[in-house]
DNA sequence: AATAAAGCAGAACATCCTGTTCTATATTGA
DNA sequence: TCAATATAGAACAGGATGTTCTGCTTTATT
């Protein structure tokens, strides 16, 4: 890729990024994003169809690369052990949201923060139908196992949402233990 | 309260809600509200200050009404069964919304639906402090008493998108108990 | 029934944001 | 070097917003 594309997309990425964790995301101007990230008009509309097309853009760049740690965590050594317990990968996941690589955290509590929700539900969906395809199986409990995995990711997100309303008190082994200890009945068997 | 100004707030929240089941809340510009409640722009101004204060007005109409049929639910006399049973406002509310009352469900489907949940969850949370006030006691299991609740209400919330996902195929009662399967953790003991 | 108060309609308006188009300049990769 | 391409900057039309003004209609009250 040409670098001055690479450069004005990461200017904007940036840019964006800072204006979103200042207001929300439907008061943000597209003008304010040029002067931010100080390119042309021009150049933005040549890069992104529109603001949304950007948000979406920025949810895909964000997402793959923490899933992404994540799946890899599986297979390399490293420093967090027991690689095939159950919520392993989900440690893992929460100590990589406390490092706020890439300011993901002040993305996800930013007032208009349902598209990249959608974004990363379904990015974890994926991770979980990798990670745990024991959960795909025909069900012994009735629970459909589309409903076992959206009840999961949703469960890892709102746990996420509810340590950054409460000031990030917890330690990501905390939160790994609480989300374990509600999502029990989805492992145990 | 004034005749007209009843009609009106009325004409205009059925027109938003039907424009809200047709398109994305962000696509609905004022003006079509305005055309489909047939009313003048003025009038609009007059009981609204912007179209986000509609919203916010017709979500606090919409849940409080279903949560108070909950609440209700629980002291007086009716057709659903055990009445202090650790499920049973769940499943009448599952019972309410299976019945569409206000046709609430095309706006927990519709695209823009973030704003809804912030109301529908917060709703839930007044109705769990009062239905289930052990779950506010000291925690005998290290979990927080608002994470909990966030937890419940959250997966309340999830499991209705998941079955209008679902093209609605499940029960109420079948709902109910999924809805109390991976809620287990939280009522027991 | 008469009347004052309040709600409503419709038009006009300034303002802002959007997305496009044009021209000219600067940078890149071969 | 040079052709291709990315960028800057200005200008533009279209559309949405929220306000203001004027005149009309309905309501609640006496």
Not at 1 to 16: E, I, L, N, S
Not at 30 to 41: H, L, P
Not at 127 to 142: K, N, S
């Amino acid at each position: 890729m040409d670098r001055r594309q690479q450069k004005t997309r990461d200017a904007v990425f940036a840019a964006f990024s800072r204006l979103l964790s200042q207001k929300s995301y439907h008061k943000i101007t597209v003008q304010e994003i040029i002067d931010a990230a100080n390119i042309g008009r021009t150049t933005f509309y040549a890069h992104f169809e529109t603001k949304e097309d950007l948000l979406r853009a920025l949810c895909e760049a964000l997402f793959q690369h923490i899933i992404d740690s994540a799946m890899d965590a599986a297979h390399t050594h490293g420093r967090y052990s027991d690689k095939n317990a159950p919520g392993s990968a989900f440690l893992h996941l929460f100590q990589h949201l406390a490092e706020n690589d890439g300011n993901i955290l002040e993305l996800l509590s930013c007032e208009s923060n349902g598209l990249f929700l959608r974004y990363f539900k379904e990015s974890l969906n994926g991770l979980i139908r990798v990670r745990h395809p024991g959960l795909m199986q025909v069900e012994q409990d009735a629970l459909p196992a589309d409903f076992k995995i959206n009840f999961v990711s949703s469960t890892f997100v709102e746990t996420v949402l509810w340590w950054l309303k409460n000031q990030r008190q917890q330690t990501p082994e905390e939160l790994a233990g609480y989300f374990m200890a509600v999502t029990a009945p989805i492992w145990e068997k």
